[in-house]
């Protein structure tokens, strides 16, 4: 992946998004981490991004997986 890619990461589990944070920073990738579903299409309105991952842990991933 080139420095200059994009990624947006929505994780709602607290416990792996300090140590995603910090993995992230220290590969110096560009990148965007939300908690909910609704911060994650607000970025996506606005921002472009070149990769969305998402967290299974999401009480309505089937949603997500339909609505994207």
């Known amino acids: 992946m ?3 890619d994009r990624i947006l ?3 709602d589990a607290p416990d792996v998004k300090l140590r995603l944070d910090r ?4 590969r110096k990738v560009v990148y965007s981490l939300v ?3 609704d911060e994650a299409r607000e ?3 606005s921002e472009s991004y070149d990769l969305v991952v998402y967290s299974s842990e999401f ?3 089937a949603k997500l997986q339909s609505g994207w």
């Not at 993995?23 to 220290?26: A, E, G, Q």
């Open 9 to 11: 990461v929505i994780n």
């Open 43 to 45: 970025r996506l309105d």
């Open 35 to 37: 908690d909910t579903e």
């Open 59 to 61: 009480r309505d991933s």
């Open 23 to 26: 993995w992230l920073m220290r």
């Open 2 to 4: 080139a420095k200059a």
